[in-house]
């Protein structure tokens, strides 16, 4: 089994236009780098470079707030604007408080302020989070994986046999109840199962686990985002290699949704 996981950033991805390749630029990235991606790479993606290639972008200015929003501004301390984005990006808003929304959001997630970032954009700006992060990851992935395969194809001077397999996680950075501090967590992903089930193992001492499940998909991200950073560091994308379980975990057909606790087994939500 393999102990060493290596974490590679790209930081020679250029900022992100509407209808920009994202695979391509992070193929174009790894090649400047000399960072070559290959077979069971998993690659983490800031979502913010997703809702700007999908031209997935709010302009506040623009926005006329309603009276609830201006109701919820007065006691979240934000700009109505903001809050009426919140509010559309929404199904539900769970609870307010100084300096804080809670919702749950139309993919299912519960988060601050429904995902909505108005870090590294223009001012007046915001990203919320992509419509179908899964559908974006499923694209990269495919993209990417049709790449690889071209360039073993290529570099053997023959067809080769095998596909090539990648995982392709879309991250953000999001709070977590009763502890203090942000970390990255996944909101999409691609060829790697999100949730690990373990139940039916043995532990240490021969006893069979009952329940255990981890979410791996959020443990790769939260890896991932000491390179990314939150402020300025430039590093939106970053290649996982090594990760020893990626045969087990391989689904071409995963979700996030394995993550998403269903609301009527979430007993912290009134």
């Given at each position: 089994m393999n102990n060493k996981l290596e974490l590679f950033g790209l930081s020679e991805i250029p900022l992100v236009k509407k209808e920009d390749n994202i695979a391509k630029l992070i193929i174009e990235a790894s090649t400047k780098q000399d960072i070559h991606i290959y077979d069971e790479d998993i690659i983490l993606i800031a979502e913010t470079l997703?809702?700007?290639?999908?031209?997935?972008?709010?302009?506040?200015?623009?926005i006329k707030p309603s009276e609830?929003?201006?109701k919820i501004a007065k006691l979240a301390k934000k700009d109505p604007k903001l809050v009426e984005a919140i509010i559309r990006e929404s199904n539900e808003i769970i609870e307010v408080g100084p300096e804080f929304i809670i919702s749950e959001t139309k993919h299912g997630f519960v988060c601050a302020n429904a995902g909505i970032d108005e870090s590294n954009v223009e001012n007046g700006l915001a990203t919320p989070m992509p419509k179908n992060p899964d559908k974006s990851a499923l694209k990269i992935r495919e993209d990417i994986e049709k790449e690889i395969y071209a360039q073993k194809t290529k570099s053997k001077s023959e067809k080769s046999e095998s596909r090539s397999e990648?995982?392709?996680i879309i991250t953000d950075t999001q709070g977590r109840a009763f502890r203090n501090g942000a970390v990255g967590?996944?909101?999409g992903c691609s060829g790697i199962s999100s949730l690990w089930k373990r139940a039916g193992e043995k532990d240490l001492y021969d006893r069979e686990l009952q329940t255990t499940e981890i979410a791996i998909a959020d443990e790769l991200a939260a890896a991932a985002s000491l390179?990314?950073?939150q402020a300025d560091e430039g590093i939106p994308v970053v290649?996982?290699?090594g990760f020893s379980n990626f045969k087990k975990l391989k689904n071409p057909n995963s979700s996030i949704d394995s993550l998403i606790r269903p609301k009527e087994f979430d007993i912290f939500r009134k």
């Open positions: 997703i809702a700007k290639s999908e031209g997935n972008i709010i302009d506040l200015k623009k609830s929003a201006i990648i995982g392709v967590v996944a909101i390179i990314m950073g290649i996982v290699r």
